[in-house]
Each structure stands twice: as structure tokens, then as C-alpha cells.
């Protein structure tokens, strides 16, 4: 199985900036898409962005244009630059990774969450 650890998150007033990691470890053979996804209070979990394995990025209308999902293949990791925030950012972020194991079994974990907080 694939354990994701997230980190970056925290308070940061409107307009400021964060960066979001998400780190996949344990016995991983292939990793394919890897993706954001927020929960707002009162709110069902939504994209924000995905990544394929080569690279190819899709965001939600929310994040187009102020944030960046990027990936590291080489480290299992992946990572959400995310500038010029709203309070309407204020959320959990998880982290989403799909792939497979060493036993060639698939997978499709999620990280515990990091909060963001968006206030002055």
C-alpha cells in the first residue's frame, strides 16, 4: 500500500501564497494520476487540480490561473503553489495518488489533509 503524508498548509491572509506537498512512500511500483481535492465546511470534497504522469495538468475553474500543481516523478511527490488567495480557499486539502504496488496491485490512496486558512 502507499502511504501520503501532506504538509504546506497553515494561515496566510487574502492574496497571500502557500505550497502544498504531498509525499507518497511504502512499496510503490508506478504512480499515475495524482491530484488535489478540497473539503470546505458544510461542503462535499471538490477537484481543485490533477496531474498525469507525464505531466499534464487539469484544474477546476476555481484554481485556473492562480494555482500551480507540479510533480516530482523521481520522489513520489507531488505539489500545489497556490497564489493570490481568497477566503473562499479556506479548506482541507487531500491529496489523491493513483498506482500500483510492487506486487503489481492497483491502488488509490488519500492523505489525511492539511488545512488552509484564508483570513486576515
Known amino acids: 500500500q502507499a502511504l501520503l503524508v501532506e504538509s504546506g498548509g497553515g494561515l496566510v491572509q487574502p492574496g497571500g501564497s502557500l505550497r502544498l506537498s504531498c509525499a507518497a512512500s511504502?512499496?510503490?511500483?508506478?504512480?499515475?494520476?495524482m491530484g488535489w481535492y478540497r473539503q470546505s465546511p458544510g461542503k462535499e470534497r471538490e477537484l481543485v487540480a490533477t496531474?498525469?504522469?507525464?505531466?499534464?495538468?487539469n484544474y477546476a475553474d476555481s484554481a485556473k490561473g492562480r494555482f500551480t500543481i507540479s510533480r516530482d516523478n523521481a520522489k513520489n511527490t507531488m505539489y500545489l503553489q497556490m497564489n493570490s488567495l481568497k477566503p473562499e480557499d479556506t479548506a482541507v486539502y487531500y491529496c489523491?495518488?493513483?498506482?500500483?504496488?510492487?506486487?503489481?496491485?492497483?491502488?488509490?490512496?488519500w492523505g489525511p489533509g492539511t488545512l488552509v486558512t484564508v483570513s486576515s
Open positions: 496531474i498525469t504522469s507525464v505531466g499534464t495538468p
Open positions: 489523491n495518488v493513483d498506482g500500483y504496488t510492487s506486487y503489481d496491485l492497483h491502488f488509490d490512496a
Open positions: 511504502g512499496s510503490i511500483s508506478s504512480v499515475n494520476t
